[in-house]
């Protein structure tokens, strides 16, 4: 990577300790943890200690940095924090209107409803004029959950109702164990993200993948800053593409307490030491990748709220093409 006409190395001469949450131990958010935790402690004073707490990447990450329980916490999808800011949904007892980005790391995400081709339906408008019984697999709805929370809204607002028509919801905390439930054939209904994962493949052929009707759509956006999004031509083989609900991107979160030169320094490594995250994903393609590489700098500076003013220093910085 060059490092002519780039944003200059940050050096920051006492001892931090921060501390940070990222995911439940084993999956992205933490590794993004880890890569800056290394990558500042470098960079900052002796003695510097930085402590990756576990968490969810959901709500609760939200509300930990918001409630000053951490310094800087991630999450996923990005734009669901917005609603933190003003106190709509979930935030609607509580909400943070301190809170700034450190940037975005990307992962190209829907959430993707599902379901088998037993059934015979192919659109919304079918499922509700049949109302079958369905073992719908999806997360938690418990008010941290951005999965759970979302297909509840999605399914709400489309009519669909789960438990009325003699079904059941199977509820887990990750995408993984909803996927298990579909492939041992324990699920004949889907609602999930993490849409690059290969199980999704595994069963595609054998479900209709349904599209979100504009209205409902709209209305999330409207209400939540929830925006939608494609899923394109034949990502899942033989389906055109559909429209659903956007799930895309990690938000790295602090809050206007976080000194300027940490800020600073935060948004110079993710947007100059990037190599070092994509190397762990470069067995992967690019849009089978749970973080969607090649990383861009400018883009990483794209957040869905503002910009802490110190990380906003280091996209302004970046030299134009």
Sequence with gaps: MSTSNRPQEP?????????????????????????????????????TRVAIWNSRGFADAVRAVGRGEVDIAMTTP??????????????????????????????????????????????FAELRDRAPRLQMATALDDGE?????????????????????????????????????????????IVQEAAMLPQ??????????????ADVLASLDADFGWPASTVPDNYFPGRSAFRTLDFS?????????????????????????????EEQYLHLRPESSPITYPLDPPTMGHAPISLHPGAARYYRALPTV
């Design 249 to 277: 991107d990690f938000l790295m979160l602090t809050t206007t307490d976080l000194a300027d030169d940490i800020a600073y320094a935060i948004a110079w490594i993710l947007g100059e030491t990037r190599h070092i995250i």
């Design 78 to 123: 990005a734009a669901f924090t917005v609603a933190a800011l003003d106190g709509r949904g979930i935030y609607r007892d509580e909400h943070f209107p301190k809170l700034r980005a450190l940037g975005v790391v990307p992962q190209r995400d829907r959430l993707v409803v599902g379901i088998h081709r037993s059934l015979g339906i192919t659109t």
């Design 200 to 213: 999704w493949q595994q069963f595609g052929p054998d479900f209709h993948f349904l599209e979100v009707e």
């Design 11 to 47: 050096r920051i001469d006492r001892k931090l300790t921060l501390h940070m949450r990222g995911d439940w131990g084993a999956a992205n958010l933490h590794r993004v943890c880890g890569w800056v935790s290394q990558e500042l402690t470098d960079r900052s004073g002796p003695g």
């Design 145 to 189: 959950n951005h999965v759970g929370l979302a297909a509840r809204q999605l399914l709400g607002r489309a009519g669909v109702d789960v438990l009325g028509w003699g079904g059941e919801f199977l509820e887990d905390e990750r995408p993984q164990e909803a996927l298990a439930h579909v492939l041992a054939g324990r699920a004949n209904a």
